[in-house]
């Protein structure tokens, strides 16, 4: 191969969950093929069709948000981001795999589901994709389904304790689900939340007149979340299986993932951004714009977010993804008007997850090796896209952001690129910035502007959890 098809970048600080070295990047057919301390004898000697100048700016993988829901169906109306937009904002973002969540209908089988989603994604991402199956129907042939999707690349498995005659699968068939992982190498993910017990307390708060957006909050109870995640973990023993928890937002569920890894268990858990960044109070904000930020598991009160980022920092929770989920205040959150219960849950966030995470580390909550770990190497690992995805290594995608850390923005509905009229961080002010991003060694984002393009982005299949071999 000539030079010319080569990428070469230089003088960057290169930080990968495991070393911070000042090294120069060579990128090959889309893959990164060499690195060497910068300045060094071999790094001096290489050409390059196209030279990266990176001086002062960090040289990071691109992020892995194993948590989005580009165009996902709820409550009546659609995720405002396509596959098209939400990916587009994910590259803005300094992202470049999300895995997303197939839909699994009630009495349809899995492939059904898969099927469709594959016709929304294919040809239209603008960075790289994988699929989580969500089972909303448990039963003899969605079972026997799951060995041939792991077969396939499509290793994990998201189930509901909560939203019942929707998603909701009852302990019994999470059982079933969770036996039928232990013997296919899947990974379950849970949503964890006693939703027979909050569709009570739904009901009583709109029979006593509380209607208000932050009474989503109240009725979706910490006790709730916690339980949950305690028998899901139960359940994951005696069914010897690995067990992933999503969106956890409780201190009290932190708990009880670290109680389960004291013992040594194959239990792992996600927070999201909105969960260490915005808290009850949001919700309370008067004219209904409380709405904004309602979303399942809810935002906890301010107190909570120090378990997280401690979680973070110990390990007891692994990786830090979005659940992006973006909703329209104006036609879409406005559904819920009078009745929070037809609030359409979840937060828009794949633009921001990388940038709010490095503020983390300007304010000294996080190292910069575990930012890029929860954000970048730990999804990549947990679902199977290791070394692949996730760092800078010889061999791997070329999936490269350079990140600026020393520009300041502030975050705003204005300038962001995901499809939805408002963000959930509004004014806030941030330390650090993406400039460019490589997707396979293409330049998608190009000192901030644009320059992939839809369908750039290739579908993933994925190996199982790399945290358990
Ligand atoms: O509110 C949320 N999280 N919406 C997306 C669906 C889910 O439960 O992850
Ligand atoms: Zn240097
Ligand atoms: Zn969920
Ligand atoms: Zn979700």
Known sequence: MSSSTRTLIRGGLVITAADEIHADVLIE???IVALAAHGSGPAESWTAGRTIDATGKYVIPGGVDAHTHMEMPFGGTFAADTFETGTRAA???????????????????????????????????????????????????????????????????????????VFYSDDGQILRAMQRASSNGGLIMMHAENGIAIDVLVEQALAAGRTDPRYHGEVRKVLLEAEA???????????????????????????????ARDKGLPVFGETC????????????????EGAKYVCSTPLRPRDHQDALW???RTDDLQ???????????????????????KIPNGLPGVENRMDLLHQAVVEGKLSRRRWIDIACAAPARMFGLYPRKGTIAPGADADVVIYDPHTEQTVSAETHH???????????????RVESVLSRGELVIDRREFTGRAGHGQYTPRSTCQYLT
């Not at 994709?129 to 389904?145: C, P, Q, R, T």
């Not at 305690?230 to 409780?250: E, F, G, K, M, T």
């Not at 408002?422 to 650090?432: I, N, P, V």
Request: charged share 20%.
């Open 29 to 31: 057919d889309g893959r």
């Open 273 to 288: 951004p909105q969960y260490l960044f915005l808290s009850t109070d949001n919700l309370a904000e008067p004219d209904f």
């Open 229 to 259: 995640t305690h028998r899901a973990i139960q359940l994951a023993r005696v069914a010897d299986a690995p067990l992933y928890v999503v969106h956890v937002s409780a201190e009290e569920a932190v708990a009880e993932l670290a109680a």
């Open 319 to 341: 990786v830090v993804s979005t659940d992006h989920c973006p909703f329209c205040f104006t036609g879409q959150k406005e559904m819920g008007r009078g009745d929070f219960s």
């Open 418 to 432: 995901m499809a939805v009229d408002y963000s959930a961080y509004e004014g806030k002010r941030l330390t650090g």
């Open 91 to 165: 590259a803005w973002g300094g992202t470049t795999t999300i895995v997303d969540f197939a839909i699994q209908s009630p009495g349809r089988s899995l492939r059904e589901g898969l099927d469709a989603w594959f016709a929304k994604a294919d040809g239209r991402c603008a960075i790289d994709y994988g699929f989580h199956m969500i089972m909303a129907d448990v039963n003899e042939g969605s079972l026997k389904e799951m060995d041939l999707l792991v077969q396939e690349g499509i290793t994990s498995f998201k189930l509901f304790m909560a939203y019942p005659g």
């Open 310 to 312: 401690r979680g973070l």
